[in-house]
């Protein structure tokens, strides 16, 4: 594909569709929008766009498409696998501006949004409506970034994904057209179901404008608790086994020593540097949220649990659960001047022993610097694999690893991203995850992008 890079003229023309203030093509403005979190090359786009409105997004992307220029969508620069990285310049549209909470129906358990909100805020302000929005990724993402990817986090073993809470879309598409589609009732069955082929799809076929999402009421009792293990494929037979006994966790994560490691010389948590499960329950009452922990601590005493802590405070929680959040950042910060791959799969629960088990020993055997945890519930695990900035036969062994394990997963019948998107660094296993279904998914790129304009280079190898 062809596409063209910005030039006076259409500079000029743009700045009559916003204020100066609002378009940029500082250098600095660039280079912050020429990366995301990941360890992708950053490039950076011709320009950089703030809408306040649908109407300006619907009058920007018409004239992009009509003069085949490059249009990126940005939340927060906050996702893992490059999908905000405007590989072919162009246009970015930053929603930063776009950030209004519209309207808050808490008997409906229904809020909508603008993309740039921060779930975090949205959700600091349910608070004192006894509500939450549940997807948790952890990042300051915003919600329209977290449509794009489909995110997910320490809660959807419980409560589920993105694609879960969306009720209702309002959708620009390639050519300026805004399209509606949803509605605000709790279940339909009416049509083709477009929301969930827009949800996740990075900005490819269309650019989130407005969202109506689901809410839950916040959970009026909790019981927190820490499991430590032996090894790996203990925490993972534990944690099939606590699945397989309807315990219905809110929360199940799975720390390698590591990570451990790196929590307690950060945080000075003081926790065994062992494979370590961290849980929670939520419920109506002290007895079930205790009785279901109990039942916790029986199923992984079974599977060789060295020690379990339980009946966490709300404080503590909130340390542990902080430090599982900024548990990727603190692994930047343990290696200045180097970068670090985010490797993101998943497999059902009955292969999760095998996988993270796999994980562990294939990076040991490589003397690789890595660190494996996971949302033990959903079986979604992460292996972050660090290497010398410009080491490149380091490089080398850290991308047959990688591969290795994603193939393996796939062939477990899992997955090569649980809930990073595919992005930039997936794509080479679309055709193995996929077959024939990537054909398809191409047709459906062209019928609502047929210049191939929306987050070009993405998804597709």
Same mark, same amino acid.
């Given at each position: 594909?062809?596409?063209?890079?910005?030039?006076?003229?259409?500079?000029?023309?743009?700045?009559?569709?916003?204020?100066?203030?609002?378009? /940029?093509?500082?250098?600095?403005?660039?280079?912050?929008?020429?990366?995301?979190?990941?360890?992708?090359?950053?490039?950076?786009?011709?320009?950089?766009?703030?809408?306040?409105?649908?109407?300006?997004?619907?009058?920007?992307?018409?004239?992009?498409?009509?003069?085949?220029?490059?249009?990126?969508?940005?939340?927060?620069?906050?996702?893992?696998?490059?999908?905000?990285?405007? =590989?072919?310049?162009?246009?970015?549209?930053?929603?930063?501006?776009?950030?209004?909470?519209?309207?808050?129906?808490?008997?409906?358990?229904?809020?909508?949004?603008?993309?740039?909100?921060?779930?975090?805020?949205?959700?600091?302000? $349910?608070?004192?409506?006894?509500?939450?929005?549940? @997807?948790?990724?952890?990042?300051?993402?915003?919600?329209?970034?977290?449509?794009?990817?489909?995110?997910?986090?320490?809660?959807?073993?419980?409560?589920? +994904?993105?694609?879960?809470?969306?009720?209702?879309?309002?959708?620009?598409?390639?050519?300026?057209?805004?399209?509606?589609?949803?509605?605000?009732? +709790?279940?339909?069955?009416?049509?083709?179901?477009?929301?969930?082929?827009?949800?996740?799809?990075? *900005?490819?076929?269309?650019?989130?404008?407005?969202?109506?999402?689901?809410? =839950?009421?916040?959970?009026?009792?909790?019981?927190?608790?820490?499991?430590?293990? @032996?090894?790996?494929?203990?925490? *993972?037979?534990?944690?099939?086994?606590?699945?397989?006994? *309807?315990?219905?966790?809110?929360?199940?994560?799975?720390?390698? @020593?590591?990570?451990?490691?790196?929590?307690?010389?950060?945080?000075? $948590?003081?926790?065994?540097?062992?494979?370590?499960?961290?849980?929670?329950?939520?419920?109506?009452?002290?007895?079930?949220?205790?009785?279901?922990?109990?039942?916790?601590?029986?199923?992984?005493?079974?599977?060789?649990?060295?020690?379990?802590?339980?009946?966490?405070?709300?404080?503590?929680?909130?340390?542990?659960?902080?430090?599982?959040?900024?548990?990727?950042?603190?692994?930047?910060?343990?290696?200045?001047?180097?970068?670090? $791959?985010?490797?993101?799969?998943?497999?059902?629960?009955?292969?999760?022993?095998?996988?993270? /088990?796999?994980? /562990?020993?294939?990076?040991?055997?490589?003397?690789?610097?890595?660190?494996?945890?996971?949302?033990?519930?959903?079986?979604?695990?992460?292996?972050?694999?660090?290497?010398?900035?410009?080491? +490149?036969?380091?490089?080398?062994?850290?991308?047959?690893?990688?591969?290795?394990?994603?193939?393996?997963?796939?062939?477990?019948?899992?997955?090569?991203?649980?809930?990073?998107?595919?992005?930039?660094?997936?794509?080479?296993?679309?055709?193995?995850?996929?077959?024939?279904?990537?054909?398809?998914?191409?047709?459906?790129?062209?019928?609502?992008?047929?210049?191939?304009?929306?987050?070009?280079?993405?998804?597709?190898?």
């Amino acid at each position: 594909m062809e596409f063209t890079r910005l030039n006076e003229k259409h500079v000029r023309d743009l700045m009559t569709m916003v204020p100066t203030e609002r378009f /940029s093509t500082g250098e600095s403005t660039l280079d912050l929008h020429s990366r995301d979190q990941s360890h992708h090359r950053p490039t950076r786009p011709d320009g950089v766009i703030w809408p306040i409105g649908k109407s300006e997004v619907s009058r920007i992307l018409g004239y992009a498409n009509e003069h085949t220029i490059p249009v990126t969508p940005w939340g927060a620069g906050s996702s893992l696998e490059g999908n905000p990285i405007p =590989v072919h310049g162009g246009l970015v549209l930053d929603f930063s501006l776009m950030n209004h909470i519209i309207d808050i129906r808490e008997e409906d358990f229904q809020a909508d949004v603008e993309p740039g909100v921060i779930y975090k805020d949205l959700n600091e302000k $349910l608070r004192h409506k006894g509500l939450f929005f549940p @997807p948790d990724p952890g990042a300051d993402a915003t919600i329209g970034g977290m449509i794009a990817n489909n995110a997910s986090g320490t809660r959807t073993v419980r409560y589920g +994904s993105t694609k879960d809470h969306v009720l209702r879309l309002s959708v620009a598409l390639a050519n300026g057209e805004i399209i509606d589609m949803g509605t605000r009732a +709790s279940k339909s069955s009416s049509g083709y179901d477009l929301i969930h082929l827009f949800v996740g799809s990075e *900005g490819t076929l269309g650019i989130v404008l407005e969202a109506t999402v689901r809410l =839950v009421g916040l959970p009026s009792e909790f019981s927190a608790g820490i499991a430590t293990f @032996p090894d790996l494929g203990a925490a *993972g037979k534990a944690v099939f086994g606590i699945l397989r006994g *309807g315990l219905s966790p809110a929360t199940l994560e799975l720390l390698d @020593p590591k990570c451990v490691e790196v929590i307690n010389r950060e945080r000075g $948590l003081g926790l065994k540097a062992l494979p370590t499960l961290f849980m929670e329950y939520h419920g109506s009452s002290e007895e079930q949220v205790s009785e279901l922990m109990e039942m916790a601590r029986d199923i992984s005493s079974s599977e060789g649990c060295v020690d379990f802590r339980s009946g966490i405070g709300r404080a503590e929680r909130d340390h542990i659960l902080g430090a599982r959040h900024e548990l990727g950042e603190m692994i930047f910060r343990a290696h200045p001047g180097y970068r670090v $791959l985010s490797l993101d799969i998943a497999v059902p629960i009955t292969a999760y022993p095998e996988i993270i /088990s796999g994980a /562990s020993h294939e990076v040991l055997e490589r003397g690789l610097v890595g660190y494996t945890f996971s949302h033990a519930g959903d079986g979604n695990i992460h292996l972050l694999l660090a290497g010398e900035e410009d080491d +490149s036969c380091q490089w080398a062994v850290i991308d047959q690893v990688s591969e290795k394990i994603v193939l393996k997963a796939l062939a477990l019948g899992g997955t090569a991203t649980g809930e990073h998107g595919v992005g930039i660094g997936k794509r080479r296993f679309m055709e193995a995850e996929h077959g024939k279904a990537l054909v398809w998914m191409k047709r459906i790129k062209a019928l609502f992008d047929p210049k191939g304009i929306l987050n070009p280079g993405k998804i597709f190898p």
